[in-house]
C-alpha cells in the first residue's frame, strides 16, 4: 500500500501501531522514498498523533490497547510529551529527518496543541 500512495497520492498518511517509534517509522519512510523515486520532495507525509502530553488517558490507552505506562516508556510517534517548545522540537526533527510535515491531533488535545502550533508557525 505504501508503494502504491508513494507513486500516486499527494499525502502518504501513515496508520502505524501505538507504540511506533521513530526507528520503526524510518524503515516505512525509506519504503516510500524508494518507491516514489523523483515525486518524494514532492510528498507530503503524515503521521498521527494521539496523546499530547504526559498523560495518557486510560480510555484511551485501553482503546489502543496499550498500557500508559508503556506508551510513555516507548517515545512512541503517537504520544507527544514535554514542554511545547520540546514537543515543537521533536515534529521539526520529525520534519528534517523523515519528511514527515503532516501531523494530525485529535480535538481533544486543542488547548495544549496549540501552543506547539505557535511555535511551529514559520517554521
Not at 23 to 46: K, N, P, Y
Not at 80 to 90: E, F, K, W, Y
Request: glycine share 6%; proline share 5%; hydrophobic share 50%.
Amino acid at each position: 500500500m505504501l508503494r502504491l500512495a508513494a507513486r500516486r497520492a499527494d499525502t502518504v498518511a501513515f496508520g502505524v501501531p501505538p507504540l511506533t517509534g521513530d526507528a520503526q517509522l524510518a524503515e516505512l519512510v525509506a519504503i516510500v522514498r524508494e518507491a516514489a523515486g523523483e515525486r518524494f520532495d514532492d510528498l507530503e507525509l503524515c503521521a498521527q498523533v494521539h496523546v499530547v502530553g504526559d498523560e495518557v488517558p486510560e480510555a484511551l490507552a485501553r482503546q489502543m490497547g496499550v498500557d500508559p505506562a508503556e506508551m510513555a516508556a516507548a517515545d512512541a510517534i503517537a504520544k507527544l510529551s514535554g514542554t511545547p517548545r520540546a514537543m515543537a522540537d521533536t515534529l521539526t526533527r520529525r520534519r528534517d529527518e523523515l519528511g514527515v510535515s503532516y501531523v494530525s491531533v485529535p480535538a481533544e488535545y486543542m488547548e495544549e496543541f496549540a501552543s506547539v502550533v505557535e511555535l511551529l508557525a514559520g517554521r
